[in-house]
């Protein structure tokens, strides 16, 4: 297998990291995929950065020894805590998702943006970052909803639960004006049609996703390393949980890689 064959590395603490690899797959549609689940340690969201960082070294360095070409940090709790140790790292091209902030704030008529995250991602230096530069004739409100990644990860996309923590979330933003929201957790995407129903049609959501394939494209063009064939790529999915529990998740999605195994990764630290 040549260089341009290689596969591409992309990861997430659970499942949510797959609305990124879907849109991968449609842009680059040749290119192979590991993907990588962290089941045995979802969700991040609550887990301090050093315990994130270890995590995505883990997974970083099993995938890079698996012959990965590139890595996709799919998860913008861990391109919070870890992105720029693995740049630090790692030589291959790194494309790490983060809340779309900017697009919003050009998007936005109301001039309020809504920001869905885990609590680590609106606490996060990278969000500050993000709210400063692009804050200045937006106001944008970040809220945190814990509760929504472990829904997504049940399965519970539609279920009455989920639809109230939506609202209790989502409602009060849109009471101050907000007319955009920026999903930034990837397992978000999943209750974009709950988030609809609680909403109503005119808002509009903003998944990043398809930006971070368009990223990876443009990187892999630059490196000469796009695939060189036109057969269609694999998916391959691994989870450091239970690869049974893995495989259940993503036929409810009606999803079916090429194979769903499990990944022994180094032993965490207890601290959380």
Request: charged share 20%; net charge negative.
């Amino acid at each position: 297998m040549s260089d341009r064959d290689a596969p591409i590395g992309v990861f997430d603490s659970g499942i949510g990291g797959w609305t990124v690899l879907s849109e991968i797959r449609r842009e680059l549609p040749a290119e192979t995929l590991l993907y990588v689940a962290d089941s045995a340690c979802a969700p991040y969201g609550d887990r301090t950065p050093a315990f994130i960082t270890e995590r995505a070294l883990a997974i970083a360095g099993w995938l890079v020894a698996a012959g990965a070409k590139a890595l996709v940090v799919a998860c913008n709790t861990a391109t919070s805590a870890a992105v720029g140790e693995l740049r630090r790292r790692y030589s291959l091209p790194i494309v790490a998702i983060e809340p779309a902030v900017k697009p919003a704030a050009l998007l936005t008529q109301s001039g309020v943006v809504a920001v869905l995250a885990t609590r680590r991602t609106v606490e996060s230096e990278n969000f500050s970052r993000l709210r400063d530069a692009h804050g200045g004739e937006v106001t944008i409100l970040a809220q945190a909803c814990p509760g929504l990644v472990e829904q997504v990860e049940a399965g519970a996309l539609d279920s009455p639960e989920t639809r109230q923590l939506l609202a209790d979330y989502a409602l009060p933003l849109q009471a101050r004006g907000a007319d955009t929201f920026v999903l930034a957790c990837t397992h978000y995407p999943f209750l974009i049609d709950s988030l609809r129903a609680v909403l109503g049609p005119a808002v509009n959501i903003i998944d990043p996703a398809p930006a971070v394939a368009r990223e990876l494209r443009r990187r892999l063009a630059a490196a000469e390393a796009l695939a060189s064939g036109p057969a269609l790529g694999q998916t391959l999915a691994y989870t450091s949980g239970d690869p049974q529990r893995l495989a259940a998740q993503l036929r409810t999605l009606n999803e079916t890689p090429a194979m769903v195994a499990g990944l022994t990764l180094p032993a965490h630290s207890a601290s959380a």
